[in-house]
């Protein structure tokens, strides 16, 4: 359950609402200020968006983790405003954000990594962020992570949260994170705001080579509308409270990122099965590939695919589709060898096989769209190398919701 929800040990969350959300597409939760303290000094990695228009959060970030990557204390996160295309004044308000969140903490500016969500090309209202933060840097906030995943909201329609532990050498090792994002969702880097936690001892070059391998299989690995945010930010904090060191190259750092990836996943899929207007999600696997570069190439156009997505949408198991978007990815692939099925692996339904029509019940396949999730298998004849991609169906709300956004 979400109030049960906790961050890895050495961390602790809070919350407030200072009137940055002014869209009606945000309505969701009023709260519009996170914060999320390391209660020392601690590690830090991130990946951000591959957009060349980068909001200045962004900017600030990938400059502050350059410089001080081993003792980050914070995350000041806003929604509402996403400081983007907000030129020197931007990159002003949000060294100004981390300013005042050291203040309130008492330690260095550069200790404070700053993220933002929201409608672009508006300046930020620092009046009101900075009561916002000297409320969240005090026990007056509403305290808690739950209360920071609904902060950073804005076309959510849930908070996405996810936490596990593992036995990593002699001792249990807690990843914990959560993160928001609904629209604007397609891999190159991580698609959203994400804060994850740990309390494995990991030096900020490990940690980083540890997020790259976790969100290649995750964040990566989903789309929503084919659209890249100008905020999207993937930030792991490692406290080392546990004891557990993790170096690179060893066991233990294979077996952290397992488990940092079995998160990462879990808070993936729920973004994707949270996209704008979404009823379902929709999981592609594409097998019989030469490599992964291969395969993800092709599942990947077909998680864009607008006629896919509708099809879903309207329950049609309109095969065509799926075909359509595969042969214009750009992948070599050869028709004569594919092979495509609906439904999970205990029940599917093979509907092409080898480049040809299969015999089937149309009304099976049609109902097997209509469950949530929707799967979709392609095998491409060709190798041995697979991947999975996440994605929804498209319906009106979507059009609603991004029609009206900043109105």
């Known amino acids: 359950m ?11 969350a809070a919350a407030t609402a200072c009137g940055l959300k002014t869209s009606s597409a945000m309505a969701a939760s009023s709260l519009d200020l996170a914060l999320v303290t390391a209660e020392a000094p601690c590690s830090a ?4 968006t591959s957009n060349r228009v980068k909001a200045a ?11 001080n990557a081993g003792a980050i204390r914070a995350v000041i996160t806003n929604a509402g405003n996403a400081n983007a295309v907000t030129g020197e004044q931007g990159l002003a308000d949000a060294r100004q954000m981390a300013a005042l969140t050291a203040y309130g903490l008492r330690c260095q500016p550069d200790q404070v990594l700053v993220l933002s969500t ?10 009101k962020v900075t009561q916002g933060i000297a409320v969240v840097t005090s026990p007056a906030a509403e305290q808690g992570a739950a209360v920071a995943a609904r902060a950073i909201m804005t076309t959510d329609t849930r908070p996405k949260t996810a936490m596990g532990s593992a036995t990593i050498g002699s001792a249990q090792v807690t990843v914990s994170g959560f993160c928001k994002g609904a629209g604007m969702i397609h891999p190159d880097m991580a698609t959203m705001l994400a804060i994850v936690t740990t309390d494995a001892q990991v030096a900020p070059d490990v940690l980083h080579s540890a997020l790259k391998a976790a969100a290649d299989v995750s964040f990566n690995r989903i789309s929503v509308d084919g659209d890249t945010s100008t905020n999207d930010t993937l930030l792991l904090l490692a406290s080392g409270v546990s004891g557990v060191a993790i170096g690179a190259g060893s066991a233990e750092f294979a077996q952290f990122v397992a488990l940092l990836s079995e998160i990462c996943t879990s808070l993936a899929k729920q973004v994707a099965r949270d996209g704008e207007g979404a009823t379902r999600l929709i999981e592609i696997v594409v097998s019989g590939a030469e490599d992964v570069a291969q395969a993800h190439t092709v599942a990947n156009t077909i998680a864009i695919s607008p006629l896919l997505k509708t099809a879903v949408h309207g329950g049609d198991p309109n095969w065509g589709r799926v075909l359509m978007a595969a042969g214009r990815s750009g992948a ?11 439904g ?64």
């Open 2 to 12: 979400l109030e049960s929800f906790t961050l890895a040990p050495g961390f602790r």
């Open 118 to 127: 929201g409608v672009i090309g508006r300046p930020m209202a620092m009046d």
């Open 344 to 407: 999970p692996p205990e029940r599917e339904i093979i509907v092409l096989r080898d480049g040809m029509p299969a015999s089937y019940v149309e009304r099976e396949a049609a109902a097997l769209f209509r469950e949530d999730p929707v799967f979709i298998r392609l095998d491409l004849g060709l190798g041995s190398a697979q991947t999975t991609v996440w994605t929804c169906d498209f319906s009106k709300e979507y059009v609603e919701i991004n029609a009206h956004y900043t109105t």
């Open 57 to 67: 959060p962004v900017l600030y970030d990938q400059e502050t983790l350059a410089q």
């Open 45 to 48: 990695a991130g990946l951000f």
């Open 332 to 342: 070599a692939i050869d028709p004569n060898r594919l092979t495509l099925a609906f």
